[in-house]
C-alpha cells in the first residue's frame, strides 16, 4: 500500500502500463492457435535434421502415403520410388477404412511398428495431406512429440537412401490401373505393350462381376483354372485351352483384379505358370479401386479367343510343385528347402480341416508354420494391412525368422488349396525372394491319398 501522499500522475501510467500488457498478452493468446502456417512451420524439419535423426532410437520415421509408394511406385511427384531407408509405414488411407474391431487393429500396428507416444515421430509424404491426417489421429490418442517433412525433398537427391521392394511392379495401385485406362503408359510397362484387365471369381459373371468391376475388365471364372469337383490346378492341357479361349499370348501385359484378393492372385500365379511373362494383381483389389475415388462399371466385355499363345505351355513350370516335387526334392532337401504352411494355427495342429467340404485334418511332417489368418481359411490378416493391401514385408519376414524359416532357402508355400499361398507367393517374390514356388494342391491334396503321412496336434 501506498504510505504518505498519492502521485496522481504515476497512479495513471502505472494503469495505462497495466491495460497495455494484458491487452499484449490477450492478443497473444489469440494469435498462437489460429495461425496454422506458423503452427505447420514448427513441426515441419529440414532433410538435414531428419538425416540426425534417423539412427537416433528415441525418433520414428513414418510414411503415411499408401503403401504402394512405400514399396516402390513414383507417385505424387516423386523423382525417386519407395521409402526413406529405416522407415515404417502407417497409411493415412487405412484411417478411413470401415472394418471391425479397426482401433485394435491399428494399435497393434502403431506397436509392430515401434510408433509409441514417448518418442518423437517424424511423418513424411509427398501431397501435403497425408500427414495432417496422421497427425491429427495420433494427437488424438495423446501423442504430443509429432513432426513432419515432405519426402520430395529426400527423393530429388540422389546422395540419401531410399529402399523399395526389388519387384514392387508385380503388384500396381489404382492410380496406375487409372492410368492405363486412359491410354496411358506407366512406369514398369513397355511402350505398346498390350495391357489386358480381367477379374477374377468365383462362379458366373452374375455372382459379381456383374454388380461392378473395373471399367473394361473381363471375367474369368475360378472354375475354370481349377474344375470341380476337385477344384485342384487344371492340368497343363487343360489350362492351354484355358488361356487361349480367354485370348491370352505370353506376350501380354496382364493385371488381375478381384473383390476377393485371394482369387486374383490364384489366377495371376496360375497366368504366369503358363507363361505368360507379364502378371501383376490390383494391390488391395476392387476395394482400393473405390478409395481411391474411382467408378466401377456393369458393363459386360468378352475376350477375343486366340489359337496360338506363342510358346509351349507351362512357360514357367518352375512356378508350381507337384505332389511328387515336394516329397522327393522339397521334403527330401531340408538343407536346401522348405515347405511354408501358410494356413490358421488350428488348421496346422488339426483342431479343423479348414473346409466344409474336406474332413481331413492335420500338417504335412517337415512343413514348416509360416502364418496365415486369424480366424479361418478365407482370412490373411498376418499378410495384409487393415485395407487389404500387402503388409511391409519386412514385418513378416521377422515373423518367419521367429518360426526358423530361412529366406536363403528354396522356400515352397502351401495352404489347404493353393488360393491363400498364392498370394503369399506373390507377396514373396514382390519382395524379392525369387527363389520360391507354389505347392499348389496344399493340404487338401496331401491328405486325399491315405499313404501320405499326417501329423496332428502341439509341435
Same mark, same amino acid.
Given at each position: 500500500?501506498? /504510505?504518505?501522499?498519492?502521485? +496522481?500522475?504515476?497512479?495513471? !501510467?502505472?494503469?495505462?502500463?497495466?491495460?497495455?500488457?494484458?491487452?499484449?498478452?490477450?492478443?497473444?493468446?489469440?494469435?498462437? +492457435?489460429?495461425?496454422?502456417?506458423?503452427?505447420?512451420?514448427?513441426?515441419?524439419?529440414?532433410?538435414?535434421? =531428419?538425416?540426425?535423426?534417423?539412427?537416433?532410437?528415441?525418433?520414428?520415421?513414418?510414411?503415411?502415403?499408401?503403401?504402394?509408394?512405400?514399396?516402390?511406385?513414383?507417385?505424387?511427384? %516423386?523423382?525417386?520410388?519407395?521409402?526413406?531407408?529405416?522407415?515404417?509405414?502407417?497409411?493415412?488411407?487405412?484411417?478411413?477404412?470401415?472394418?471391425?474391431?479397426?482401433?485394435?487393429?491399428?494399435?497393434?500396428?502403431?506397436?509392430?511398428?515401434?510408433?509409441? #507416444?514417448?518418442?518423437? $515421430?517424424?511423418?513424411?509424404?509427398?501431397?501435403?495431406? &497425408?500427414?495432417?491426417?496422421?497427425?491429427?489421429?495420433?494427437?488424438?490418442?495423446?501423442?504430443?512429440?509429432?513432426?513432419?517433412?515432405?519426402?520430395?525433398?529426400?527423393?530429388?537427391?540422389?546422395?540419401? +537412401?531410399?529402399?523399395?521392394?526389388?519387384?514392387?511392379?508385380?503388384?500396381?495401385?489404382?492410380?496406375?490401373?487409372? *492410368?492405363?485406362?486412359?491410354?496411358?503408359?506407366?512406369?514398369?510397362?513397355?511402350?505398346?505393350?498390350?495391357?489386358?484387365?480381367?477379374?477374377?471369381?468365383?462362379?458366373?459373371?452374375?455372382?459379381?462381376?456383374?454388380?461392378?468391376?473395373?471399367?473394361?475388365?473381363?471375367?474369368?471364372?475360378?472354375?475354370?483354372?481349377?474344375?470341380?469337383?476337385?477344384? !485342384?490346378?487344371?492340368?497343363?492341357?487343360?489350362?492351354?485351352?484355358?488361356?487361349?479361349?480367354?485370348?491370352?499370348?505370353?506376350?501380354?501385359?496382364?493385371?488381375?483384379?478381384?473383390?476377393?484378393?485371394?482369387?486374383?492372385? /490364384?489366377?495371376?500365379?496360375?497366368?504366369?505358370?503358363?507363361? $505368360?511373362?507379364?502378371? /501383376?494383381?490390383?494391390?488391395?483389389? =476392387?476395394?482400393?479401386?473405390?478409395?481411391?475415388?474411382?467408378?466401377?462399371?456393369?458393363?459386360?466385355?468378352?475376350?477375343?479367343? %486366340?489359337?496360338?499363345?506363342?510358346?509351349?505351355? +507351362?512357360?514357367?513350370? *518352375?512356378?508350381?510343385?507337384? $505332389?511328387?516335387?515336394?516329397?522327393?526334392?522339397?521334403?527330401?532337401?531340408?538343407?536346401?528347402?522348405?515347405?511354408? &504352411?501358410?494356413?490358421?494355427?488350428?488348421?496346422?495342429?488339426?483342431?479343423? #480341416?479348414?473346409?466344409?467340404?474336406?474332413?481331413?485334418?492335420?500338417?504335412?511332417?517337415?512343413?514348416?508354420?509360416?502364418?496365415?489368418?486369424?480366424?479361418?481359411?478365407?482370412?490373411?490378416?498376418?499378410? /495384409?494391412?487393415? *485395407?487389404?493391401?500387402?503388409?511391409?514385408?519386412?514385418?513378416?519376414?521377422? =515373423?518367419?525368422?521367429?518360426?526358423?524359416?530361412?529366406?536363403?532357402?528354396?522356400?515352397?508355400?502351401?495352404?489347404?488349396?493353393?488360393?491363400?499361398?498364392?498370394?503369399?507367393?506373390?507377396?514373396?517374390?514382390?519382395?524379392? =525372394?525369387?527363389?520360391?514356388?507354389?505347392?499348389?494342391?496344399?493340404?487338401?491334396?496331401?491328405?486325399?491319398?491315405?499313404?501320405?503321412?499326417?501329423?496332428?496336434?502341439?509341435?
Amino acid at each position: 500500500m501506498f /504510505r504518505g501522499k498519492r502521485n +496522481p500522475v504515476l497512479l495513471i !501510467m502505472l494503469l495505462l502500463l497495466a491495460i497495455l500488457s494484458v491487452t499484449a498478452c490477450n492478443s497473444d493468446k489469440k494469435d498462437q +492457435p489460429t495461425n496454422k502456417k506458423s503452427d505447420e512451420a514448427k513441426t515441419a524439419i529440414t532433410t538435414e535434421e =531428419l538425416q540426425e535423426k534417423l539412427n537416433d532410437d528415441s525418433w520414428v520415421v513414418v510414411d503415411t502415403r499408401i503403401n504402394d509408394a512405400f514399396n516402390g511406385w513414383k507417385l505424387d511427384g %516423386v523423382e525417386r520410388g519407395g521409402h526413406i531407408a529405416g522407415a515404417v509405414d502407417f497409411s493415412a488411407n487405412w484411417l478411413k477404412v470401415e472394418a471391425d474391431n479397426k482401433e485394435k487393429t491399428l494399435d497393434t500396428a502403431l506397436e509392430t511398428k515401434g510408433i509409441s #507416444s514417448d518418442k518423437n $515421430i517424424v511423418l513424411y509424404d509427398a501431397n501435403g495431406t &497425408d500427414t495432417k491426417k496422421v497427425a491429427e489421429y495420433l494427437k488424438g490418442k495423446g501423442y504430443e512429440n509429432v513432426f513432419t517433412y515432405d519426402v520430395k525433398e529426400w527423393a530429388k537427391d540422389e546422395s540419401l +537412401p531410399m529402399e523399395n521392394f526389388e519387384n514392387y511392379h508385380m503388384i500396381v495401385p489404382a492410380s496406375v490401373v487409372n *492410368d492405363i485406362i486412359d491410354g496411358k503408359t506407366p512406369e514398369t510397362f513397355e511402350e505398346g505393350k498390350k495391357v489386358k484387365i480381367v477379374e477374377a471369381s468365383w462362379g458366373e459373371e452374375k455372382d459379381g462381376y456383374a454388380n461392378g468391376h473395373v471399367p473394361g475388365s473381363f471375367h474369368i471364372n475360378t472354375d475354370d483354372i481349377e474344375p470341380p469337383p476337385a477344384w !485342384m490346378l487344371a492340368s497343363d492341357k487343360e489350362l492351354e485351352k484355358v488361356v487361349l479361349n480367354y485370348g491370352f499370348t505370353k506376350d501380354d501385359s496382364v493385371i488381375v483384379t478381384s473383390e476377393s484378393q485371394m482369387a486374383a492372385y /490364384r489366377v495371376a500365379v496360375a497366368l504366369r505358370y503358363v507363361g $505368360i511373362e507379364d502378371v /501383376r494383381v490390383l494391390n488391395g483389389g =476392387l476395394g482400393a479401386w473405390t478409395a481411391a475415388g474411382y467408378e466401377v462399371e456393369t458393363t459386360s466385355h468378352k475376350p477375343k479367343p %486366340v489359337t496360338d499363345f506363342g510358346a509351349s505351355i +507351362p512357360g514357367n513350370p *518352375d512356378l508350381i510343385d507337384t $505332389i511328387e516335387e515336394v516329397k522327393t526334392e522339397v521334403l527330401a532337401n531340408p538343407e536346401k528347402n522348405t515347405l511354408v &504352411d501358410n494356413r490358421t494355427w488350428e488348421e496346422r495342429i488339426g483342431e479343423t #480341416s479348414g473346409y466344409s467340404y474336406h474332413d481331413k485334418k492335420g500338417r504335412i511332417p517337415g512343413s514348416v508354420y509360416g502364418y496365415a489368418g486369424l480366424t479361418d481359411a478365407n482370412s490373411l490378416e498376418n499378410f /495384409r494391412n487393415i *485395407d487389404n493391401t500387402m503388409r511391409n514385408f519386412d514385418e513378416i519376414v521377422a =515373423l518367419w525368422k521367429e518360426e526358423g524359416i530361412d529366406l536363403e532357402k528354396d522356400l515352397s508355400f502351401m495352404c489347404g488349396s493353393g488360393w491363400r499361398a498364392a498370394e503369399v507367393l506373390t507377396y514373396a517374390q514382390v519382395y524379392g =525372394l525369387n527363389n520360391s514356388s507354389l505347392y499348389s494342391d496344399g493340404w487338401i491334396g496331401w491328405s486325399n491319398n491315405p499313404s501320405n503321412p499326417v501329423e496332428t496336434g502341439e509341435e
